[in-house]
Nanobody, 124 residues
Framework: VQLQASGGGLVQAGGSLRLSCAAS????????TGWFRQAPGKERQFVAA????????DYRDSVRGRFTISRDNAKNTVYLQMDSLKPEDTAVYYC??????????????????WGQGTQVTVSS
C-alpha cells in the first residue's frame, strides 16, 4: 500500500484546509486510515481515523467538532476537512493505513503504512 498525502498550506486562524490521502497498491485491503500530526519538539499525536468497514470515525478531543474525516470509495482517498483552525493545529500531518482489524486506531504502532507529511501552518 502506498499513501500520498496532500493539501497542507498556510492559513489564518479560523480558516479551513482539506487534506487528502490517496491510497494505491492494495487499497481494498485497508482496514482503517488515520491522520496523525507532529509539531516541532513534540511527539506524534493521533488526530482522526476512519474504519473502512462501516465508516466509523474517531477524533481526538481537541479537534472534535472542527475536523471531519471522510472517505471516497471510488477514489480510494481519505479526506480530513479542517475548519476553525487554531495556531495550535500547526504541525506536519501524516496519513497512515493499517490492514489489521481490531487494533485501536489511535495507536501509531497499529499502522504499517505511512504517507509523507504535509505541513499545516496556522497563523494567529
Amino acid at each position: 500500500v502506498q499513501l500520498q498525502a496532500s493539501g497542507g498550506g498556510l492559513v489564518q486562524a479560523g480558516g479551513s484546509l482539506r487534506l487528502s490521502c490517496a491510497a494505491s497498491g492494495r487499497p481494498f485491503s485497508i482496514a482503517a486510515t488515520g491522520w496523525f500530526r507532529q509539531a516541532p519538539g513534540k511527539e506524534r499525536q493521533f488526530v482522526a481515523a476512519i474504519r473502512w468497514s462501516g465508516d466509523t470515525t474517531d477524533y481526538r478531543d481537541s479537534v472534535r467538532g472542527r475536523f471531519t474525516i471522510s472517505r471516497d470509495n471510488a477514489k480510494n482517498t481519505v479526506y480530513l476537512q479542517m475548519d476553525s483552525l487554531k495556531p495550535e493545529d500547526t504541525a506536519v500531518y501524516y496519513c497512515a493505513a493499517t490492514l489489521l482489524t481490531g487494533w485501536p486506531v489511535r495507536l501509531p504502532r497499529a499502522y504499517g503504512y505511512w504517507g509523507q507529511g504535509t505541513q499545516v501552518t496556522v497563523s494567529s
